[in-house]
């Protein structure tokens, strides 16, 4: 059950200069990635902290723009610009946003939720900041494949794969709750009741069932996709399907918290705050995660910065939205507090010596993927992260 009151920290906030140091050195890295990479995506990690050119995979070559990262890095290119007002920034970002649209124009690797990171962080970006109609087109046109994916009677949308593969059928998986901003924009462009409702029955359904009683959350959740009959959770990147993968737990305190800004359901708001205390009680003591809860001091697992960065978002973004002016207090200082232990003690001594803003990330450890390296969404988590406590008036893309 959740807890009467937030958790208790006891670190302190970065000072305004630390936190300027730490945009400007995030800024450098950003700056000379784009000399590295071009038009050409990187991987979904780095490799030794360098990242490489994202693999070739089918018809897409390498540096294609394919899978579920690549518009992290475009989501930084935009940050970069609207810090700055450095056209370098929004001309790389604008790139980006164009094979953005070509790729959904082309029907490429379009077979994931991950739709809405995908193109709210490029295209609906580029709507947003510069009233693109262009990218809006090809937003919309995101949201009509996203919704394809809504499984009626579930009330679902499913997360990966090609709705016919049995082995994904009725499944969604916490971080889903991200990619619902898509659908609230495209409801908001058309002014249809579809993407709204779609966004209402997904969320109610993950907070009634992707929730545990002690707070903690499932990874995945799979529903009968005929029936609507809800099945049984388990993980994919966490230690075990009882255990609560640090990542999905940030993606809930961010998630629950942003939907019910636009839904108006209190449980999301109640289910956001239960994600936090949970979160906040498992900390180690320099207030950045194991890359599963499980784990506490004293323990040699891997942390995972990426989540400590999501986490800081999402607790600021339940500030915002907080109806009890002691916990809004509370979550922001704690997002301080998490946020200067990654300034102090997760980033490179020096620009030049990484590629990945952020260090000392879990992609997913039970493949052995990206384990203790810089990640896409790590670094786009963190730089909003700085944004935000920078910026507070900073209207987000989501």
Not at 216 to 243: I, K, V
Not at 249 to 264: C, D, H, L, P, R
Not at 308 to 327: K, P, Q
Request: glycine share 8%; net charge negative; hydrophobic share 40%.
């Amino acid at each position: 059950m959740t807890s009467t009151s937030p958790v208790q920290g006891t670190s302190a906030a970065a000072s305004p200069r630390e936190t300027d140091a730490a945009i400007a050195a995030a800024l450098a890295t950003v700056r000379r990635n784009i000399a590295t990479f071009g038009g050409s995506f990187p991987g979904d990690t780095t490799v030794g902290d360098r990242y490489e050119l994202r693999p070739a995979e089918g018809a897409i070559g390498e540096g294609g723009n394919r899978g579920w990262t690549t518009s992290f890095r475009t989501g930084m290119l935009w940050l970069a610009w609207e810090l700055t007002g450095d056209a370098a920034f929004r001309d790389a970002a604008l790139v980006d946003t164009e094979d953005f649209e070509r790729r959904v124009r082309d029907g490429e690797d379009l077979d994931t939720h991950d739709l809405g990171f995908l193109y709210t962080l490029s295209t609906v970006a580029a709507w947003r900041l510069l009233g693109d109609e262009s990218a809006r087109s090809a937003s919309l046109l995101a949201a009509d494949h996203l919704m394809r994916r809504f499984l009626e009677p579930a009330g679902i949308i499913q997360a990966w794969g090609d709705l016919s593969d049995p082995a994904q059928r009725g499944r969604t998986i916490i971080d889903s709750l991200m990619n619902m901003p898509l659908l609230t924009w495209a409801g908001e462009q058309t002014g249809q009741e579809r993407f709204a409702d779609a966004v209402r029955r997904h969320t109610a359904q993950l907070r009634e069932h992707i929730m545990r009683e002690d707070d903690s959350t499932f990874h995945t959740f799979y529903w009968n996709a005929e029936t609507g009959e809800p099945l049984r959770g388990a993980t994919e990147q966490g230690a075990f399907d009882e255990s609560c993968w640090a990542r999905g737990q940030a993606w809930g305190i961010y998630g629950f918290a942003m939907n019910y800004a636009v839904v108006g359901d209190e449980q999301l708001l109640e289910a956001s705050r239960r994600c936090a205390e949970y979160f906040l009680r498992h900390l180690p003591a320099d207030d950045v995660p194991f890359w599963d809860l499980v784990y506490t001091d004293g323990s040699d697992a891997p942390r995972d910065s990426s989540a400590a960065a999501i986490a800081v978002c999402g607790l600021l973004e339940l500030a915002t939205v907080e109806t009890d002016a002691a916990r809004a207090a509370e979550w922001t200082s704690r997002a301080h507090a998490i946020l200067a232990s990654l300034i102090a003690n997760y980033t490179p001594a020096a620009p030049e010596e990484a590629d990945a803003l952020l260090l000392h990330s879990v992609y997913d450890l039970p493949k052995g993927n990206g384990v203790d390296e810089g990640t896409l969404w790590g670094d786009y988590f963190y730089l909003e992260a700085l944004m935000r406590v920078a910026r507070p008036e900073w209207r987000k893309y989501w």
